[in-house]
């Protein structure tokens, strides 16, 4: 394959874990994502820890941090906080969403997709996905409105972002507010428009397996509007405006950035859009080996829109193809194996509109399967992968 050509084929590790022709498995994330950062991790960790001013969180680091996403994004503020959850849960806080409300929200994802509006006091109302984006189908949003509906909130899947133009559209025909769950698509692009400002605010994660991941846990809020950003700054720090020490203006949470990841992320933010890179040619890679195969859904063909946080096709035998990529060294994941509203914690709130079947997200909790497609992957890794899949795929039809 040609994928090694550009900046980012030097990432590509040819040996050590994960290289099946050496015998080893090929790792779904990379176990050795940070070595070439190490000895800067370590100087940093020492330079923080001992420094002068013991200023551990929000500090100098986080500001530069935070103007660095900025400016990259062209946005009015970003806002560094504790995880991406935290960054759902402050946007939703921010815009004044509590109980008595609804959120129109995805059936197949994340936890927090459902947790981050329960926890505001409102309730999620749970809408079907499209078949193949894997994303929140905005026609079937626009039916489940009411009058007690106050946000829209689809999420990038995988590769792919959500039909944002289509829901900018609907929100803005409703008068609602547009939360992006845009926690694993950051660097996507879609209409010239980066993944986390189509809405009213947007959130990014870095736990360490996103695409912009560090060793910790955290996230932001990105958004064009600075008020905004301004009460989501307030709310992750107790309710306080960050000049006025002790001055609670509101009720808040701790969702605080860590100084130490803030000066890690500002030193690898350079190497992101080649890494980036790497990522979507091997993507496009697999996309063209399993175009013509039966029994396998790759995500839809294109650059507009994508993300490369993981790469997930739909298999009619996802279990059959599972066994056989394990059986040829090479991990892979399954998500989410059942859909939110079927899950304890959320039932009850999806009892609040009965009678709701989730087709395609139940198709997708059954039939979706997650390949590595880390930049770390070297090409013969990437072919071992793509043959893989088509073995399994010619071997079924016969």
Same mark, same amino acid.
């Given at each position: 394959?040609?994928?090694?050509?550009?900046?980012?084929?030097?990432? $590509?590790?040819?040996?050590?874990?994960?290289? !099946?022709a050496g015998g080893g498995r090929i790792a779904f994330f990379p176990p050795d994502l940070f070595q070439d950062d190490r000895d800067t991790l370590l100087r940093l960790l020492y330079? &923080?820890?001992?420094?002068?001013?013991?200023?551990?969180?929000?500090?100098?680091?986080?500001?530069?941090?935070?103007?660095?996403?900025?400016?990259?994004?062209?946005?009015?503020?970003?806002? $560094?906080?504790?995880?991406?959850?935290?960054?759902?849960?402050?946007?939703?806080?921010?815009?004044?969403?509590?109980?008595?409300?609804?959120?129109?929200?995805?059936?197949?994802?994340?936890?927090?997709?459902? $947790?981050?509006?329960?926890?505001?006091?409102?309730?999620?109302?749970?809408?079907?996905?499209?078949?193949?984006?894997?994303?929140?189908?905005?026609?079937?949003?626009?039916?489940?409105?009411?009058?007690?509906?106050?946000?829209?909130?689809?999420?990038?899947?995988?590769?792919?972002?959500?039909?944002?133009?289509?829901?900018?559209?609907?929100?803005?025909?409703?008068?609602?507010?547009?939360?992006?769950?845009?926690?694993?698509?950051q660097g996507a692009v879609l209409d010239g428009r980066p993944a986390g400002l189509w809405g009213d605010a947007g959130v990014y994660s870095f736990v360490q397996v996103k695409s912009?991941?560090?060793?910790?846990?955290?996230?932001?809020?990105?958004?064009?509007?600075?008020?905004?950003?301004?009460?989501?700054?307030?709310?992750?720090? #107790?309710?306080?405006?960050?000049? #006025?020490?002790?001055?609670?203006?509101? &009720?808040?949470?701790?969702?605080?950035?860590?100084?130490?990841?803030?000066?890690?992320?500002?030193?690898?933010?350079?190497?992101?859009?080649?890494?980036?890179?790497?990522?979507?040619?091997?993507?496009?890679?697999?996309?063209?080996?399993? !175009?013509?195969?039966?029994?396998?859904?790759?995500?839809?063909?294109?650059?507009?829109?994508?993300?490369?946080?993981?790469?997930?096709?739909?298999?009619?035998?996802?279990? $059959?193809?599972?066994?056989?990529?394990?059986?040829?060294?090479?991990?892979?994941?399954?998500?989410?194996?059942?859909?939110?509203?079927?899950?304890?914690?959320?039932?009850?709130?999806?009892?609040?509109?009965?009678?709701?079947?989730?087709?395609?997200?139940?198709?997708?909790?059954? #039939?979706?399967?997650?390949?590595?497609? #880390?930049?770390?992957?070297?090409?013969?890794?990437?072919?071992? &992968?793509?043959?893989?899949?088509?073995?399994?795929?010619?071997?079924?039809?016969?």
């Amino acid at each position: 394959m040609t994928t090694t050509s550009g900046p980012a084929a030097s990432t $590509a590790g040819a040996t050590g874990p994960g290289t !099946a022709a050496g015998g080893g498995r090929i790792a779904f994330f990379p176990p050795d994502l940070f070595q070439d950062d190490r000895d800067t991790l370590l100087r940093l960790l020492y330079e &923080i820890g001992t420094g002068q001013d013991q200023k551990f969180i929000l500090g100098e680091h986080t500001r530069r941090f935070e103007d660095a996403l900025r400016r990259r994004l062209d946005a009015a503020d970003v806002v $560094a906080c504790s995880s991406g959850t935290s960054a759902l849960h402050l946007v939703l806080t921010a815009f004044g969403i509590g109980p008595g409300d609804e959120v129109v929200v995805p059936a197949f994802g994340c936890a927090p997709l459902a $947790a981050a509006v329960l926890h505001t006091g409102a309730v999620p109302v749970f809408g079907d996905i499209d078949p193949l984006t894997l994303t929140l189908d905005p026609a079937g949003a626009q039916d489940l409105i009411t009058p007690r509906t106050r946000a829209l909130m689809p999420a990038h899947m995988f590769s792919v972002m959500a039909d944002m133009p289509r829901f900018t559209a609907l929100a803005a025909a409703h008068d609602l507010r547009l939360v992006e769950d845009s926690a694993v698509a950051q660097g996507a692009v879609l209409d010239g428009r980066p993944a986390g400002l189509w809405g009213d605010a947007g959130v990014y994660s870095f736990v360490q397996v996103k695409s912009f991941g560090m060793p910790g846990e955290g996230g932001a809020v990105v958004t064009r509007d600075a008020e905004t950003g301004r009460r989501a700054r307030m709310l992750r720090n #107790h309710g306080q405006d960050g000049t #006025h020490r002790g001055l609670h203006h509101t &009720i808040g949470v701790n969702s605080r950035f860590d100084e130490i990841q803030a000066a890690f992320q500002l030193h690898r933010l350079p190497g992101l859009t080649a890494r980036l890179e790497r990522r979507a040619r091997i993507a496009a890679h697999y996309t063209e080996r399993f !175009a013509d195969l039966p029994g396998i859904t790759p995500p839809p063909p294109g650059t507009d829109g994508r993300c490369y946080y993981v790469y997930t096709l739909l298999a009619d035998d996802r279990d $059959a193809l599972r066994e056989d990529l394990t059986a040829a060294g090479v991990d892979t994941h399954v998500y989410y194996p059942r859909i939110l509203p079927d899950q304890a914690a959320f039932a009850p709130a999806a009892a609040h509109r009965p009678g709701a079947a989730w087709p395609h997200a139940r198709r997708a909790a059954r #039939h979706h399967l997650s390949l590595p497609v #880390h930049h770390r992957l070297d090409d013969a890794q990437v072919e071992h &992968i793509a043959d893989a899949v088509r073995a399994h795929a010619l071997r079924t039809r016969r």
